[in-house]
């Protein structure tokens, strides 16, 4: 969710779709949620409030220094995992649902074109290790923020069997390639972002214009006003295997064409 | 479309669309028809006669040496229009639809985090200069072949209005943001692959893999094989001023959900 | 130069060597001067009365706003020649120097691992169109602000010959291979920094340091205290062809070890 | 080292430097010793015989696919220390001098602008874990391997105190700020090539110029000929400490002026 535009989005609509599609698990990725920038502790809290489960982060993660220490205390708030040892926070968090399921939420970046943390394939292998999916967990939702589209496709890949979903992040731009893998993970290259497409990722689209084609800034990026869309990734697991059986995209109001998932529409 | 798998099925199932769609015109990327790599002047001929009634290109354009000889006969294969001055080929070209329109179809590449071409927003200014659309031509066609979202988005803003569509190619993976932008622009962040989805970007997973997690290669990449997907955006102009007034995903065969323009279908 | 530091031992040192060495032409290039982040004009006109005649800049040009002002006033100002056509300021600058000599000074921006601005080879090829060396300047100075050595050492080759010197700039570290180019361009891949070498290119250790280790800064870079080396190249050129005849490294002062350009030592 | 020009002057003139200077060891590094590409098992005895007590290799490690296997039984071979585990070879390997020192050669690779790999700064400090220079060890050396001159700077400062030298090497151009850093590791951002600097980082200037220039190539990579020069460091250490008392640049030969460390010329 991208600044105000995309919060407002997301907090007048996701009560409903919990209700309407009595949504076991909702997981955001607030690392754009203030001002597009980071995300604060009260922002935190409404997003929260109005239905997540977990909020994700990544590259922006800590723009707002107060994440640094409240992320502490912010149990279901999940930083990307292969930070250095000893950041702040966590990078998989342990999610109770609703009705008593027991799901990991992960958080991995990816590398390429990227500030180079640690191998996030390596990072989720050891997030991995000892919780398997199906037995020590119910589901395992994975988002993996990365800029490239191999790099998510080979993590998709990588991490097939293993986790109930991976969903990439970091792009702003919903990606219309859902679809289970072969080993039962429920895949999606970009969720997409929530805030108005009209603008540039969300940011009013004056200044991102300017700098591609003048090459010299001429102020600060602000969150594009204008009708704002809800994007994301709908996935249902076997509750005995914890992998994916249906997969499907949804698209909210703004900009986009509508996209609800079938199988929790009455 | 990446390799064998990518031609077969735009050359198996293309004929069928011209025909149960009434195209007036077919543009086909085909960057990474050879093997994945470039494109040979056979090549070019196949994907002209499946029905194809222009060619562009991208960062892999001359990857087959002999594009550089035969680009120079081949009226409708249409390169990145900025590359230096004195590059083979032609980077917007004019095509005669079935129907006796004048289109006017360019290749445009972005530079973030590709290799720096000359100013793209400059040279399709200078591309469009007196080529006033729905006076001088009926229809103008930008691929603008570039890495990230940011530069896609901004170059559709920047060309609002001006152009029938902006259709992003080069990730790969068609995203699901199509739509048409206040000036009457259809605008899509990528079309996606015509290929293997069950890969990485259209090749084989195996050595994406292995150079993601070992860092160290073992071979080449070869096009992946299995159920391929044709992958494209639909658009429907006004005659009277060459701006968009339809704009629908195509999604057809392979891994991926199927998207059919409503508007084409009888 | 970086920040006070470096503009200390440029005002304390440069008057000096004006007059020791006798020296025609002084170009200084200014894009950190301001606390490690662009020029200001007070700045700008304090470098000046220390006795360069030119001050170049870089991909830091524009970080004070106030720059795209002054520059057009400020005559002897020189920022990349291949940002966008309508920046302000100019990419070259006709200088008269105490002697009566004219030179011109450019600044070119490398694209490597760079923001892109426009090519660097075609610039330098319009700058220098119908300006002959020997006959229309009497010498040609070139400060070429790129980040890898590959860029720059084409650079220098693509220029021998046509400019009297070649002088990298921007990874504020003086490389040890000055020479003449076989068509008698004095070429040196970086001139190194003005600054304390005490620090990371010129910025205290600390916040460098903890991005590297932690991937998360605390604060702003900040210009290393300690002692300061002055860093430059000196060229003596022929007068009848404005080609270099001479060229030795300056480091004074700080940290490294000396040099002093022979020719110049009484 | 940079191909048979590179191999040349350095099989031809190391002989006699460590005669001359009393040499108790000799690192080279050999990343680009076969064509520019890479290294064989010949080559690598042949660096050996010519007295070099280690190897250390960067991003081209395995472009020779043959290291790969022979790596493993060439135990003074040494590639970068922070791929990912499993990866054959060592990134550090004992070495005992001719006058019976133990000596520690490391090799790291940064990941400014180069491929991520794991965390250089973790990796250096597991490597000297238990290794104290003075009491386990006699002398430490470390390749730091990598593009900017911001990180090879950050590492020199995070290792100043426990190795003996911190030599930067990637570039192929050397710099002229060899010091001893506060804590007594000698430091040096760059080494330097051993090959024709009549060429662009020791490959043959045609091919470079004209990617730059053009941006498609027409061939491949070749060391450039022409008079070579062998580049270096010259470190002398505290028998006590393991610090560095001594550093000076070694260039010799080919058309960068002559430098020999004083303190070793009789
Ligand atoms: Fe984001
Ligand atoms: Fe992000
Ligand atoms: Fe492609
Ligand atoms: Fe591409
Ligand atoms: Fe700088
Ligand atoms: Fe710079
Ligand atoms: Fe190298
Ligand atoms: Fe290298």
């Known amino acids: ?11 007048s609509r996701l009560p409903g779709l919990v209700q309407d599609w009595k949504l076991d698990l909702v997981v955001v990725n607030g690392e754009n949620a203030a001002g597009g920038f980071g995300i604060t502790e009260a922002i935190y809290n409404e997003i929260r409030t109005a239905g997540a489960d977990a909020v994700t982060l990544g590259n922006h993660a800590f723009d707002q220094r107060e994440a640094l220490v409240f992320i502490e205390r912010a149990d279901a708030l999940v930083r990307p995992i292969n930070y250095p040892p000893g950041t702040p926070g966590r990078g998989a968090a342990m999610i109770e649902t609703r009705g008593g399921a027991r799901v990991l939420v992960a958080n991995v970046m990816g590398r390429a074109f990227m500030d180079p943390l640690d191998d996030p394939f390596a990072a989720i292998d050891r997030a991995l290790d000892g919780v398997d999916l199906g037995r020590v967990v119910d589901a395992i939702v994975v988002d993996f923020h990365a800029e490239t589209t191999s790099e998510k496709q080979a993590f998709g890949h990588y991490c097939d069997g293993r986790v109930s979903l991976v969903v990439g992040t970091h792009t702003h731009v919903p990606t219309a390639d859902h679809r289970i893998l072969p080993g039962g993970t429920a895949y999606l290259t970009d969720a997409g972002m929530c805030g108005s497409y009209d603008g540039v990722i969300g940011m009013d689209k004056d200044e991102p214009l300017r700098r591609f084609t003048r090459k010299i800034g001429a102020g600060r990026f602000e969150p594009a006003a204008g009708p704002a869309s809800l994007c994301g990734f709908a996935v249902e697991t076997d509750p005995a295997t ?3 059986v249906k997969a499907a995209p949804v698209r909210l109001g703004g900009d986009l064409s509508e996209a609800r998932p079938a199988f929790w529409e009455a």
Chains 1, 2, 3, 4 share one sequence.
Request: hydrophobic fraction near 45%; glycine fraction near 22%.
């Open 1 to 11: 969710m991208v600044g105000r535009t995309g919060r407002d989005v997301v907090t």
């Open 242 to 244: 914890g992998l994916a």
